[in-house]
């Protein structure tokens, strides 16, 4: 089954207001990372959160890690239309060196 | 410094045929990766390569799929008599350390 699980699976708000996703894993991890992907591109990295970091923010963006509870929120603030994407969680699982992703978050934000 | 560089962007395939997948890593980076992704799906990971050696396939099918990353060159996924469970978006990633992965744009694979 899947590390990273995102919730919610989609999600519609309109320009301004704030984004906020979630994304749970099974087992202990080094880091965790956010990504975001455009419909039919590439994936985009966002931010990297490290198991003994408990919050980051990059521009308008702010993660948090909660390692006990194994979760992780993306928040977006101030969303404009050029959000609208995927937003994938993926965890770099203590002892392997490959990504584990989550299925993602489709958000779409109404101008 | 370029980003990853993967080619071609779209590849399309009848059922039996090959498929190579070509994945120029960022400069300096020796670590890199294979994911594939499904439509309205996550990637899942395939492969990691460092120069000439194979890291971690764990999540490579064993029949038809293999992959390599020369001393020179770009790393190669190689598709043995695709079918059309592989079409797919395969995406590549490097990166110099243990962290942050570079992802390339990726490659639509379509078999009809």
């Known amino acids: 089954s899947q590390q990273g699980e995102e919730d919610p699976q989609a999600l519609s708000i309109q320009e301004g207001e704030n984004a906020t996703m979630n994304c749970s894993y099974k087992t202990s991890i080094n880091n965790l990372q956010w990504y975001r992907q455009n419909s039919g591109r590439g994936l985009v990295h966002l931010i990297l959160?490290?198991?003994?970091?408990r919050e980051k923010h990059s521009g308008r963006l702010r993660v948090t890690l909660d390692t006990s509870k194994k979760s992780s929120s993306l928040l977006i603030t101030a969303s404009r239309a050029a959000d609208t994407a995927s937003y994938f969680c993926a965890t770099d699982v203590t002892g392997r060196r490959a990504l584990t992703f989550g299925s993602g978050t489709r958000l779409q934000v109404q101008p | 410094n370029a980003g990853v560089m993967q080619n071609p962007r779209h590849l399309v395939r009848r059922r039996g045929q090959e498929a190579r997948l070509r994945c120029s890593p960022m400069k300096g980076h020796s670590h890199v990766y294979w994911y594939r992704q499904l439509p309205e799906e996550g990637l899942k990971f395939m492969v990691y390569?460092?120069?000439?050696?194979?890291?971690?396939e764990s999540g490579m099918p064993k029949e038809r799929f293999s992959a390599e990353f020369p001393k020179e060159g770009p790393s190669i996924l190689r598709i043995q008599q695709v079918v059309r469970g592989d079409s797919a978006a395969y995406f590549c990633a490097s990166s110099p350390t243990q962290y942050e992965q570079y992802f390339g744009p990726g490659t639509r694979l379509t078999v009809t």
């Open positions: 390569l460092q120069k000439e050696n194979i890291i971690d």
């Open positions: 959160i490290r198991s003994n970091e």
